[in-house]
């Protein structure tokens, strides 16, 4: 007959045993955390909550561990003894980790540095003279910099930063959109057409040409139904018999069909049609559009189109008779009758004549000018 009290006496001392046991095993792995070297303590708490990291992503949403917690983990392991720490992968897959950071390490140790980078006052200097003059080359900048600055530059470093850093560069063969603009100003004249909403939220068409080289306003003309027989009319006015125009640029309007360019072209003109999508070729004359509504019409709601006929004249007479322009020097497009009086002292009026105010649309805007005192 089995003794029950003697049998449960000894699981009870086996249960007791092997409890001593464990807590004594503990305590000295304790121990001897608590004799390793700080730095491999903290390697091995940062190695196993990457580990739990991983494993948590893993959970989520099933994934391979990134370069950076492959590098980070090969080079924790270099500080302690990982192999008892390591869970989430095989000892090999972390030695694998190992070995393709070391070789990443020496591809780029190994890279070849080259010629020093120039300094970044000489670098700008090289973009500089690349946007100014689209016709020089490499060796044409280089020489620019050795002879008249002192700077001693190899032309294939001057290729490298205009590579690099630089403006896209033009054919030498070929000349910039900007650049003609600017070579032909006083030959060229653009137009354009924009909206103006009435009172009666009726939309009336406004038809501009201005004149490049002398930013003048040359023609306008407002109709609620711009036909390609009106805009020819609109040429006819603005190209008379005997004018010193050359090129007429225009965007790709619908309104400026191939019949408009036939006669504008008869009328001893080039037609030059900006690109798709590119307002800015024809940028002078959507900047004048732009003055014309932040300096004239946002101020306005016209009644009807002779309403808005009067507003453009009196605003075109001071836009070219009144306005300073920053293109201009500054200066005014029609210059005739405004006499310039010099005073001894640039900050003093002169004694003999006194200022003259004159308002224009209204009180809008106001012209100055010396008067002779009597």
């Avoid at 491999?40 to 494993?55: D, G, S, T, Y």
């Avoid at 002192?150 to 590579?163: A, D, E, N």
């Avoid at 836009?319 to 210059?335: D, K, Q, S, V």
């Avoid at 002169?350 to 105010?357: E, K, L």
Wanted: with cysteine.
């Amino acid at each position: 007959m089995l003794n029950w009290p003697l049998i449960y006496l000894f699981c009870s001392l086996k249960h007791c045993v092997w409890t001593v046991g464990r807590v004594l095993g503990e305590l000295r792995i304790l121990i001897v955390l608590a004799l390793r070297p700080r730095t491999a303590l903290i390697a091995e708490n940062l190695f196993l909550r990457k580990q739990l990291a991983l494993f948590k992503e893993r959970n989520e949403r099933p994934r391979r561990a990134d370069n950076a917690t492959r590098w980070l983990l090969a080079a924790l392991s270099a500080l302690f003894d990982w192999r008892s720490a390591l869970v989430v992968v095989k000892p090999d897959t972390l030695i694998r980790w190992h070995r393709n950071g070391f070789r990443m390490f020496w591809r780029w140790k190994s890279k070849p540095k080259g010629r020093p980078k120039l300094p970044r006052n000489i670098s700008e200097l090289v973009n500089t003279m690349a946007a100014e003059n689209p016709s020089w080359g490499q060796r044409r900048i280089a020489n620019e910099l050795k002879v008249k600055l002192g700077v001693c530059v190899s032309p294939r470093t001057v290729q490298k930063y205009l590579s690099t850093n630089g403006p896209p560069r033009t054919p030498d063969h070929k000349q910039r959109w900007q650049t003609f603009v600017r070579n032909h100003a006083d030959v060229l004249v653009a137009c354009d057409f924009f909206t103006v909403v009435t009172a009666r939220f009726r939309i009336l068409y406004v038809f501009v040409v201005m004149e490049l080289g002398s930013r003048r306003l040359v023609h306008h003309n407002v109709t609620a139904h711009p036909t390609a027989e009106w805009t020819i009319q609109q040429f006819r006015e603005t190209l008379p018999g005997e004018h010193p125009y050359r090129y007429l640029i225009h965007d790709r309007d619908s309104i400026f069909s191939q019949d408009v360019d036939t006669a504008a072209a008869a009328m001893g003109v080039k037609i030059l049609r900006t690109p798709y999508r590119s307002p800015q070729a024809n940028g002078r004359c959507e900047r004048l559009i732009g003055t014309i509504r932040r300096e004239c019409l946002n101020f306005f709601i016209p009644w009807n189109e002779r309403h808005l006929k009067a507003i453009l004249n009196a605003w075109a007479a001071h836009y070219n008779r009144g306005r300073p322009h920053m293109a201009l020097g500054p200066g005014i497009p029609e210059t005739k009758g405004v006499a310039i009086i010099d005073s001894q002292n640039r900050h003093s009026l002169s004694s003999t004549h006194r200022v003259q105010s004159k308002a224009v649309l209204g009180g809008l805007h106001h012209e100055y000018t010396l008067e002779k005192v009597a």
